[in-house]
DNA sequence: GACCAGGCACATC
DNA sequence: GATGTGCATGGT
């Protein structure tokens, strides 16, 4: 079967198997993009800890977040790890945000796809993966997101080598879908729903939804 | 107590 | 250009 028809067929798997599990988690676009940076190679768990005391401080809004000295930024969202790190994050975006945009994500999402991504991966602590989710969740753009989920199930899957690097893998999902926002925003947090319950270092894949009667997907999953 | 989690920047070779 | 390392909390 060529790669595009099998990444159609996995995702009527996924989507059969989870239903429409309605991302990004998040009330507003600020909120979004603040956990794009905060769940960076953390559980997302962590990651609502930290937005809700972000919320109960009412600071989850640019202008009070950009006054917020940043160690007590810090402080604040503790529990979701690398936490000095993602305050100066947070920070370098609110700067970015500030100065080019007075403060205004509708501003922001006024620029055009392309020109925007650029200037979003030159923000300190903006990656491809993080600049994508903000693009796609916060501002509805089409901008398919790759995670560690993406790579680590493609690859399992023979669908990509292990060493597959970023751009391929979002050409490989966007040379095959149709160009519609809900289906990339679907289709990635089937992914990571996937990833969470099935597809972890140590996989379970007797129970997911794309190793079922396939013993030679499952065989090399479980080898892995 | 080890292992892992929805990355990214930076150092080193 | 590829590979390794620091960043840190909280759940399993």
New binding site residues.
Partial sequence: MNPKLRLCRIYSSLDAHFGDLH???GETPFEIIV??IL????????VE?AIGRLKNRRIMNPRSMRLLPEQELASII??A?????KAARLKAFLRFLHENYGDSLERMFAVDTASLRSALLAV????????D?ILL?AGGRPAFVV???TKRILSRHGLISS?ADYPYIQRLFMASLPKEIPIYKQYHALI?ET??AFC???PICSACPLGKGDPVRVARALAS
């Fill in positions: 991302w990004w988690p956990g794009a769940t960076q190679n953390t559980a997302w768990r962590n800890t503790r529990p790890g690398f936490f000095n790190v300190h602590g903006i990656g491809p993966e993080t600049a989710s969740y995670d560690a989920y060493t990571v990833g969470k972890r270092k140590t």
